[in-house]
């Protein structure tokens, strides 16, 4: 079974450009979540997603952070005008959601810096 | 604000020691208390996890014990090996309103 991929692994911008990352879910997975990891620190979840509906998205800076999950499939976290405090790494989960499986199973992350 | 409290932030120790990794919350609705491995460059990876329901949980070399009357909960991991060095992170959940807090992570360091 393939594991959840996330592209690009690096990025790096000047403040003001924007990026997005991109995240495959394990299939059959309906719940998608996005972290934010500053360096040294836990993850902090920014978005999730059950099948296409955003379920909880009051930790992602609206202003400048989007993310979409269309088909319910692969999901798109897009950032706005970058600023040096967005450097930090973007871990995509995803979890099946049934029964009383909660495990979450991550990518290996997109490592942002904004210069 | 709601924290989960995790110490300490580095440990070290000989192979073949015991580890013993300790967090605590304040939330009492979290229910699920996963505790995850990282490595330099990869995502957390689920190691051991424990519903609030139990006190004690086992896999292998790694066990997780569970207080709900003080909020802390810790992971011990017996025989550690150089290969056990990575950063570890608990975690606490609320299954029912999908909330869920990390802690700032411990990094192990196991010494041949």
């Known amino acids: 079974e393939a594991g959840v991929t996330q592209s690009p692994r690096y990025a790096v911008l000047q403040e003001g450009q924007a990026v997005s990352f991109w995240c495959d879910p394990i299939?059959?997975?309906?719940?998608l979540y996005w972290y934010q990891q500053p360096r040294d620190q836990g993850p902090q979840l920014l978005v999730y997603?059950?099948?296409?509906?955003?379920?909880?998205n009051s930790q992602l800076p609206s202003d400048r952070f989007s993310a979409v999950r269309p088909k319910g499939t692969n999901s798109t976290l897009k950032i706005q005008s970058a600023k040096q405090g967005d450097t930090a790494t973007y871990l995509c989960?995803?979890?099946?959601?049934?029964?009383?499986?909660?495990?979450?199973?991550f990518g290996p992350g997109t490592r942002l810096t904004v210069l | 604000q709601q924290q989960v409290r995790q110490s300490p932030q580095s440990l070290t120790v000989w192979e073949g020691g015991t580890t013993v990794l300790t967090c605590s919350y304040e939330?009492?609705?979290?229910?699920?208390f996963p505790w995850y491995q990282q490595f330099p460059g990869e995502g957390p990876a689920l190691l051991i996890s424990?519903?609030?329901?139990?006190d004690k949980k086992e896999d292998g070399r790694f066990t997780t014990f569970f207080n709900k009357r003080e909020k802390k909960l810790s992971l011990h991991i017996i025989d550690s090996q150089p290969g056990d060095s990575a950063t570890y992170f608990c975690?606490?959940?609320?299954?029912?309103?999908?909330?869920?807090?990390f802690g700032k992570g411990t990094h192990l360091h196991v010494l041949p």
């Open positions: 989960a995803s979890s099946s959601g049934t029964g009383s499986s909660y495990e979450q199973y």
């Open positions: 299939s059959g997975h309906d719940t």
């Open positions: 997603f059950r099948d296409e509906a955003v379920i909880d």
């Open positions: 939330d009492s609705t979290f229910n699920y």
């Open positions: 424990i519903l609030s329901v139990s």
């Open positions: 975690a606490a959940h609320d299954t029912n309103a999908y909330k869920v807090i």
